[in-house]
């Protein structure tokens, strides 16, 4: 069927390339006419314009919008000016399920549905296909299937021993608007627990060691009370790669990590700034609003921020109270 | 070759039959006779007492225990006492690393080798194999070799582009005695986290509809300020099911989860006392000793304390300060 | 000077009380006509309704509200229909700082002067004076002074080595409108880390005699490795007590604790259901706007949640877990 | 009464001067001859060896120890030599209890009472007295009574409507060998927490202003979605002092941190590199042994490692993994 993509980033282009091969028409705008004019050689009809692209499609409508969270209002409000009654207009990007349903209360006023789709897959998703969660009103996700199946990985990924549910294809339609973003929102945040689980094990497993190096004795450094028991050298790329052959452990995520620790065990390309990009802040916030706890989340999140060197005026709180009632001085890095 | 095995409950017993199945003799006891009739049964040879294994055992003997905690030094000791110069002694079970650290010492005057096995695979391993993580002296690590191939659960898990190493096959030598259970014990502690990131994911998505509940309105609770924003009735049996498909966060434990939640998506029939056996405390203490942060197993192991009831005084003790300074009063569950 | 309070709850009535010892004229109104009468026999004067309450103010006129969270926003809007350009409207509550900047805003519209007071004393205030963080336009503060100084504690509270200060007097001027509510925010977040930090301090003097107790020995149960080192009968009122008297953990909040230790250690009173009121979740929030990590809180915040009973399902998903991996059953409680 | 001192750092050689000035012959010895005199020269009797010391002590002797952990058991092991049945080695540092509890049981078999006591008060405890937590036999801390009164604070410290209780002069007897420290670790551990309580408010109070600042917009950088509400310049030297007066979080630690930041509300003289010293870790030890769940404590010890440099490697891994499936790239600095 067609349908038309607006954000010709990584992820958007390579859904549209996905799309392509199941047959499908695309009609693909970007700012970037680069990106445009390359997939328009693959395949795509290419639009010089929003306005362009929507005058391309036939009724009823449906434009798929793949942007960065901070430019996707703008172009929706555009969208909504162009489009009508019985159109649909899809947010595949990473917005906050709380704006959702605020876009699909004033979209329905003027009878344009509004799905909002959680997607995972990162780069890997051209060849191994998008995981959708779908937000919206049912006819409308109804109408859409065709495209939705083409995006998800099919029924190839992973076994499982029920009948053909589209779980299994690996797309769902989660509920009202917001709810695709919501499950995703929480998707991420597992995410963030799951790497941290595995962060802290490796930073352990690095430190098994410990036992062999030198201390200072003083009374500022803590000793190591049984340096007998931190003697051995280990072998992090071997450790992943062994843990995803039969272990309770193994996932895609711990797949991704023995290949990046083959290929560095050190990681010395890595600095240790770790970005955060809505998320989990999100999913924290949603926890706190519900009364559920989330420490794991938190402790993930508030460790990607401490990265980010925001824990600098509390630690040196710490230190002038220290200093103040025990006549601490700091040690030196 | 030939091994023996002292301990048939359910993970012994399914490691002998996988042993019997890769062709090798298996000599076996427990102190429960019909564990050791049945696997007889089987093919194994039985035995009536520790003495009796030993003396069935030709030179160099290899004893594996895969025996609870609690008993594993008296059946070390009484081991020890039989078994001469050259043979080895495998500790297959849940041991703390450090315990391996100080059998290897007294073994080693005696030239008996302690070889540590932590064994990842629960009641899944007979059918998709051990993932062998393996400390202890290197020419008896590779004497054995044969035994831990058959363990293992081989090539067919996962794909991986490089070479033929054992670790793509399930088993590694990771050091010296104790190395294999301290590599165990991450694994576990890293199991932690990833549970509890996943447990935490569902109990939010199950908390999504939380704006449709009435809330009490008093000075005592906190309200709900938007909760237009949580009117979602999801369904987590659906949703973990299709995070199994692409998604970033698919894992063994995301598939054991979806069938789970597929049977029953309330989980009606458990209380939600988690127990823990000991490798996220030891991995814990480890962290302490080393001075490596591990946020996310402390939260893990604490949420466990707190479902076992050891949170109330604490909480207890927030009720009367609140009480004392704000006069407030508990509310009733 | 004349002040109108609106709201005679325990927080206002005792407010009211504290100004009038100072000589100020209070009008004052409650929809609890009983608690009118109360203060119009200690001196204030009464008022039936909001509209007779501001009839019987001078000009410029200062109405201080002190009501719960739920009804200040209709109350303000009441009042912004009856005061004049110059007059103005202090919130001495527990609103939300963000609230207080959108009301600011619309209020500067009206010329009507809008002013967030963060008060802290709970119960005690009337004796011990209330200690004030103040948000709002400089001139309107500035003219409140005599108000703000009858209502703090005045000098006598701590020492101090410096000059006079208001900050020693127990009261500032924080910055504009939502700054003394956004004090008082972090406040209250410190608030709940000083009495976690307590609650845990005493859970595990407690438990100092553990060792004592004869454990369950199973695979289910971790064991007490050494219960030699927990065989201690702590009397935690005792040690409450000397913990007041020239150690590093002596505050307030400890002085509470010891008497309600005194009274009865074992606090049996309690159930251990421990409300939040909602500036802790704000705090969290406001951590999470600006990338600040805030582990203490947010772990004191979700122990509160957990006491409410909310953690119960993602307990249940990690017994299913267990469950499913290693054939763990619950043990009962 | 007579009492022998080893060890004149900052709080041996104070706690000896406290000790005069109450009357008490001290006989001391350090192995810095400079600091033996400079007592000597005090009223105290000066010895050249542990021998010499010892040596001078009429019978029963009491032999105080206020060394660092290190060279606590050395120092133990030449007293032991040296004392006989009757005599008692009191060791004020701060050691592990579960040391203390060890050495005890070595000492009785000698007929030496061991009594180990936790000092609180720091650099300030010549002048306001030692909070001490004191466990041991119960004849030979009666004998030292007199010592333990006049090391406390004495009554003036704290108010208290209760009677005479040693618990209210400051000091008391926690129960057997081991307790006293094992409270002061708690001591210690609820200080951590109450340290990082305050610490992350201060810095929360720092980032009022965040809304002013220009953030980059990027995908790798979370946007702060109301700047409207984080525009407020913040006085954290204000601040701490006026929560001294009247508040709930009012401290004897807040009462310090006034005065550090009035000297410098920047603490630029702090690079935030917080040392731990043992109790934290030990506590910590303490709580996984109970199964008593101490999040507070734990978040604020690994804030403490992570402010030394031990998270690296973990957020290296989050990198990589964060490269692997998003291909995002780190932020620079």
Redesign the interface.
Known sequence: MQIAMIGLG?MGANMVRRLLRGGHECVVFDVNKASVDALAGEGAVGASSIEDLVSKLAKPAAVWMML???ITDDTLNVLAGLLARGDVIIDGGNSN??DD?DRAGKLAEKGIDYIDVGT??????LE??????IGGPKAAVTRLDPIFLSL??GAG??E???GR????????H???S??GH??KM???????????????????????N?GKQTRT?D????????P????????VA??S??????????????????????NDPN??V?????????EG?W??????????????????????????????????????????????A????
């Open positions: 990584r960065p969270a901070a399920y709380q349903v995972s897959g990162g780069v890997w998703g191994r296909g998008y995981c959708l969660m998800a990985p990924t992973a499982s021993g029920v549910r589209t779980s299994e294809l690996g797309y769902i989660c509920g009202p917001g709810s919501f499950v929480v998707h991420n945040g597992i995410e963030y627990g799951m790497m941290a689980a595995y962060a802290e094990g490796m930073n352990l497993l690095k430190a098994a410990s004795v009374a500022e450094t803590s000793p190591l009370s049984h007998q028991y931190y003697q051995f050298d280990l072998d071997e450790i790669e062994v843990w995803r052959h039969g272990s309770v452990v193994s996932s895609w995520l711990l797949d991704l990590l023995a290949q990046s620790l083959e990681l010395e890595f600095s240790g700034r770790v970005s955060d990009s809505g802040r999913m924290l916030k949603a926890g706190i609003d519900t009364g559920i706890p989330l420490p794991v989340l938190s402790s993930a999140l508030f460790q990607r921020f401490s990265s980010q060197g925001h824990e600098r005026y509390s630690n040196q709180v710490l230190s002038a109270l220290r200093a103040a009632f025990g006549g601490h700091e040690k030196k890095h």
